[in-house]
C-alpha cells in the first residue's frame, strides 16, 4: 500500500557511528523531510551517537526536535527580526544557538535577548547569508558592548565542491582571526576529511567543527532500499483507453498501477539520451513507447526503470509495461529510485 524507506538498521546505525568517530565534534544536521527519515526519527538516532549539537534548518522544525534530542540546537537559517525567530518557546531559549548574518540583527536579537547564544556568519563566495570581513569587524565590536551575549563562534557555509576549498577558508580565517573575539569555534559545512584535517593543523587554537547531513544519514546508500507496492494490474490490447485522459495503448501490454504519487515527491523523469528530431525519428521508426509520449518513471521492474502510462496522481501512478516484460503480481514490491530530500514516505522501517 505504502512507499517505504526500509533501512538495514545495524549497516545504518554502524555508518553514523563511523561517521561520528571520524569527525569530532559533529555537528548532525536534521531539516526539511529529515532526509526522507523525518526529524524526529533523526533527532533520537543524534541523542544516541552522543553529539552534543544538532542543527536544524529553521526556527519552524525546533519543536519537531527539541523533546526527543535534549543539547544545544544550532538554527542554520539566519535570524532576523521577524517572524518564527520570535517565537521560539521560552524554555528553549537558552539551548537555541541562532546564525547571525547581519550587524543589525545583532544589536536587535541582543536588545530582545541579553544572554542570547549565536554564532557570526560569515560570507562565502557561496554568496547566500553573512557578514563580509569588514560587518563582521564591526560585530565583533558590537559584541564588546554586551557582556552577557554567548559568542558561540564563527559559521562557514561552502558550496559542494569537496576537496576544493582550503584557500578559501584560509582568506576567511584571516579575517576571524583579525577579528580579534573571544572565540574558539568555527561551524563548517561541506569541507572533506582531509581539508578539516589540514585546517585543524595550520589553526591548533580553533575547534572545527562540521555540520553534516547528506553525508551522515544517506552516507551509506546500501543501507537503504525504497519500494511502492503493486496495487494493480491489468491486461491491455493495443488501442484499449486508460487513465484520466483516456489515451490508448500503443500496442498490447499491461497497465500497472503502483503506490507513490505527487504527494510523496514521485515526478516525471527527464526523458533519457537526446531529443533530437533525428533520434525522435529513429524511436518512431523502432516503434518505441517514448516515441507514444511515454515518459520514463522512476520505478524499476526487473532492474529496468519503466514508464509512466501517465503522468503520476497523487498517491499512486500507472505504468505502461510493454507485453515481453514479466508481469509482477498484486501484492508485490518494486524498487523506487528518489531524491531522498524531496520524499515523503509513507513509511520508514528500520530493520
Ligand atoms: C543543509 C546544510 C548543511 C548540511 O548539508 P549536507 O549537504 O546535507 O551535508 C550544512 N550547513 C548548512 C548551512 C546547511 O544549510
Given at each position: 500500500m505504502s512507499l517505504t524507506l526500509t533501512v538495514d538498521g545495524d549497516r545504518w546505525r554502524a555508518h553514523l557511528r563511523a561517521v561520528a568517530g571520524a569527525e569530532p565534534g559533529l555537528v548532525p544536521v536534521a531539516k526539511g523531510?529529515?532526509?526522507?527519515?523525518t526529524l524526529g526519527r533523526l533527532a533520537r538516532k543524534a541523542a544516541w551517537l552522543g553529539v552534543d549539537t544538532l542543527a536544524v534548518g529553521t526556527y519552524d522544525e525546533l519543536p519537531e526536535v527539541a523533546s526527543r534530542f535534549d543539547g544545544s540546537l544550532l538554527v542554520l537559517t539566519p535570524w532576523r527580526p521577524f517572524g518564527a525567530a520570535l517565537e521560539v518557546d521560552p524554555a528553549l531559549a537558552s539551548r537555541v544557538i541562532h546564525t547571525v548574518s547581519r550587524v543589525e540583527d545583532l544589536d536587535d536579537l541582543l536588545g530582545r535577548q541579553p544572554d542570547a547564544r549565536f554564532v557570526l556568519e560569515r560570507l562565502t563566495s557561496m554568496l547566500r547569508h553573512g557578514l563580509t570581513a569588514r560587518e563582521l569587524w564591526a560585530a565583533a565590536r558590537a559584541v564588546g558592548d554586551h557582556p552577557r551575549a554567548r559568542v558561540e563562534g564563527v559559521a562557514l557555509h561552502l558550496p559542494?565542491?569537496?576537496?576544493?576549498h582550503l584557500s578559501e577558508v584560509q582568506r576567511l580565517m584571516n579575517d576571524v582571526v583579525a577579528a580579534e573575539l573571544a572565540l574558539d569555534t568555527i561551524w563548517v559545512s561541506h569541507l572533506s576529511a582531509a581539508e578539516l584535517a589540514t585546517l585543524r593543523a595550520a589553526y591548533p587554537d580553533f575547534t572545527f567543527r562540521p555540520r553534516i547531513g547528506t553525508d551522515l544519514w544517506l552516507g551509506d546508500r546500501g543501507a537503504l532500499r525504497v519500494t511502492a507496492t503493486v496495487l494493480d494490474v491489468h491486461a491491455v490490447e493495443r488501442g484499449d483507453a486508460f487513465g484520466y485522459r483516456h489515451r490508448t495503448a500503443p500496442k498490447a501490454g499491461h497497465i500497472l498501477v503502483v503506490s507513490g504519487g505527487t504527494a510523496h515527491g514521485i515526478g516525471l523523469e527527464a526523458p533519457t539520451g537526446d531529443a533530437s528530431l533525428r533520434s525522435r525519428a529513429a524511436t518512431l521508426a523502432r516503434g518505441g513507447l517514448d516515441a507514444a509520449g511515454f515518459v520514463r518513471s522512476p520505478f524499476s521492474i526487473d532492474g529496468k526503470q519503466r514508464l509512466f502510462a501517465e503522468p503520476p496522481h497523487m498517491q499512486a501512478s500507472m505504468l505502461f509495461l510493454p507485453h515481453s516484460a514479466h508481469v509482477p503480481a498484486v501484492g508485490d514490491q518494486v524498487d523506487v529510485r528518489v531524491r531522498y530530500t524531496a520524499t515523503a514516505f509513507d513509511r520508514v522501517v528500520i530493520d
Open positions: 523531510n529529515g532526509y526522507g527519515f559542494l565542491a569537496h576537496g576544493a
